[in-house]
């Protein structure tokens, strides 16, 4: 009588990349961003951060694959193909570029901790608009899992979160 044989799980070769915070401030869980689809996590899974000051640096090596006309918003592909949305605030298109500098253009290629724009946080709070800025990998479905940060706190380039494929 033969004893049937466990099947063994192929072993999956687990591919990670690491993604650096791109701004300087308080982790924000993304269920408690004030919007909706953010929130939701209907654009994606990720992490937001209520900014301390205004300059965005990109959270690795990456091509800028999207620069809004109002500049609250950029989209990178990183070199591992995670899709990243930042997006500076809430409803602050409505503000229309002011108070916004891009110093990167769609098909740029930037390095981790490069700068990518600036914003004036005091101007987006006298407009009464949150400030609160969501990091979203945009293509979640195409990972098995994203992890986020723990931390409370970051300073540019600390760990925020890892794409697990």
């Known amino acids: 009588m033969e004893t049937p044989k466990e099947s063994v799980p192929e072993l999956k070769e ?5 993604l650096a915070s791109p701004i300087i401030g308080k982790v924000v869980k993304l269920e408690n961003v004030p919007d909706a689809v953010f929130a939701s996590g209907a654009m994606g899974k990720g ?11 990109s959270p690795a090596k990456a091509t800028v694959t999207l620069v809004f006309p109002t500049k609250h918003a950029i989209g990178l592909r990183t070199e591992g193909g995670a899709e990243i949305l930042i997006h500076i605030g809430m409803d602050t298109v409505s503000l229309a570029g002011k108070g916004f500098e891009s110093f990167v253009e769609v098909g740029d290629k930037v390095e981790a901790g490069q700068k990518l724009l600036e914003f004036d ?4 709070k ?17 990972y098995e899992d994203i992890l986020v940060t723990q931390e409370s706190q970051l300073n540019s380039g600390d760990y925020l979160l890892t794409t697990v494929k």
């Open 47 to 57: 992490v937001a951060i209520d900014p301390l000051d205004g300059l965005v640096v």
């Open 14 to 18: 687990i591919k990670q990349e690491i």
């Open 126 to 142: 006298a407009a009464g608009l949150p400030i609160i800025t969501p990091i979203i990998v945009t293509n979640t479905a195409d």
């Open 121 to 124: 946080v005091h101007g987006i």
